[in-house]
């Protein structure tokens, strides 16, 4: 099959006018103006017209468990007010009310042109029950604050997909214990961290909401004061060079296998602690959640200066309003106007699939790599890529070498 568009916009290079792909199967074979690609290759031509043909999005972050909670949860005065009402709300909840949440969330990131999503679940017993139309990366989420947490167990409900990881939820709410049985056994692992305010106080003065609403629930608090959440991190954990392939995975540096949700809450000294890493975790920005809660600017010009992998996800629907990471590129834009728009496209393309250990399977278009592809209407302006952010949707799509819809 050799596909058609005004033009083809691969995150390797310059966009192509009137480009086209070919593809075999699952996969892309080539990539280049039409009258070469039509030249080099046979096949069907589906030609898509007045399109702009890019890589499918990748969201970095997200919980489809709380698809349902959607509006349910009021603009909260503190992020600890959030965790109070979150919890109140996910009670209220049967396990197959959180199936099908989980499935309609699917259904809305596919509809927003998302083809591969890191997806954290505190229910990996419910995977099972779930097929999920775009590729996933599920994350069992856990917490052993007011008791132990079965990694094992969570590890082998997951196993049988394709890609899995572990997540210790938080630092405020997994022990240096959980987070180094996860790194044990996971492939690869994300985590909160960093997040507000309150985490920050917490770790470094001993004070403040989140620090009382743990205590008053148990929690051992002897490790807050005088670290800050990065800190905390860093020493809860091993970040020496050890190998990951012990049963025959991709060999990454400890630290990279390693995607961190938020950072949004770092000391001048958490810089040189960055600066000072081996190997460089990936950070997820969620711009609208992080919009929701307020929570401090976002030091995205400092962090990619010391070489971090930046992505965007869209965290959950109880501190957003949909699952689009078209929207999450615009709030980005508006927060940081003068970062190119290829630069946030790269975001949710090559930058989340270096994320996933998978630069060289997703997030670009390539020969070799799978044919996950989206398409947007293209009016011919000047700035493709601005076009290409400010669109709400895509008007065709392809999964795994097979159009959708």
């Known amino acids: 099959m050799i596909l058609r568009a005004r033009v083809v916009v691969t995150t390797a290079g310059a ?142 409900a997951l196993r049988t997909n394709e890609h899995w990881g572990l997540a210790p939820h938080a630092p405020f709410t997994a022990s240096a214990d959980l987070y180094r049985d996860c790194e044990r056994i996971a492939p690869l692992l994300t985590t909160h961290l960093a997040e507000s305010r309150e985490e920050m106080s917490m770790f470094r003065e001993a004070s403040g909401p989140l620090y009382e609403f743990l205590k008053g629930i148990g929690r051992e608090m002897s490790d807050c004061g005088g670290r800050t959440p990065l800190k905390t991190f860093l020493t809860m954990r091993d970040v020496s060079t050890r190998s990951a392939n012990a049963q025959g995975r991709p060999s990454l540096e400890m630290t990279e ?79 940081f106007p003068r970062v190119s728009a290829e630069r946030i496209l790269t975001m949710v393309t090559s930058n989340a699939a270096r994320a996933l250990g998978q630069s060289d399977t997703i997030g670009r278009i390539a020969a070799g790599f799978t044919a996950d592809l989206v398409a947007v209407p293209y009016a011919g302006s000047s700035d493709v890529l601005a076009e290409i952010i400010a669109a709400e949707r895509p008007s065709w799509m392809m999964l795994n070498g097979q159009a959708v819809g």
Not at 78 to 94: H, P, Q
Not at 290 to 298: G, V
Not at 319 to 324: F, R, V
Request: proline letters at 4%; a negative charge; aromatic letters at 10%.
């Open 15 to 156: 966009p192509i006018e009137n480009g086209a792909v070919a593809i075999s199967g699952r996969r892309i074979v080539d990539v280049g103006r039409f009258d070469e690609i039509r030249t080099r290759n046979s096949g069907e031509v589906v030609d898509l017209g007045e399109q702009a043909l890019l890589p499918g999005l990748i969201n970095a972050h997200c919980h489809l468990d709380y698809t349902a909670l959607r509006g349910k949860i009021p603009r909260p005065k503190s992020f600890t007010d959030w965790i109070r009402c979150i919890n109140a709300e996910k009670a209220k909840l049967s396990p197959d009310d959180y199936v099908s949440s989980i499935n309609d969330g699917f259904a809305e990131a596919q509809r927003f042109g998302t083809t591969t999503i890191a997806n954290l679940t505190a229910f990996p017993d419910l995977v099972t029950r779930i097929s999920a139309p775009i590729t996933t990366w599920w994350f069992a989420e856990l917490i052993d604050v007011r008791g132990k947490a079965d990694v094992d167990l969570a590890a082998d």
């Open 257 to 335: 296998r390693w995607i961190v949700a938020h950072l949004n809450e770092l000391a001048e000294t958490d810089f040189a602690l960055l600066e000072n890493l081996t190997g460089k975790f990936s950070i997820v920005h969620c711009p609208r959640s992080h919009a929701y809660f307020e929570h401090s600017a976002f030091q995205f010009e400092q962090l990619a200066a010391l070489g971090i992998n930046i992505c965007l996800g869209t965290d959950s629907l109880a501190s957003n309003d949909d699952l689009s990471l078209f929207a999450e590129m615009r709030a980005f834009r508006d927060q």
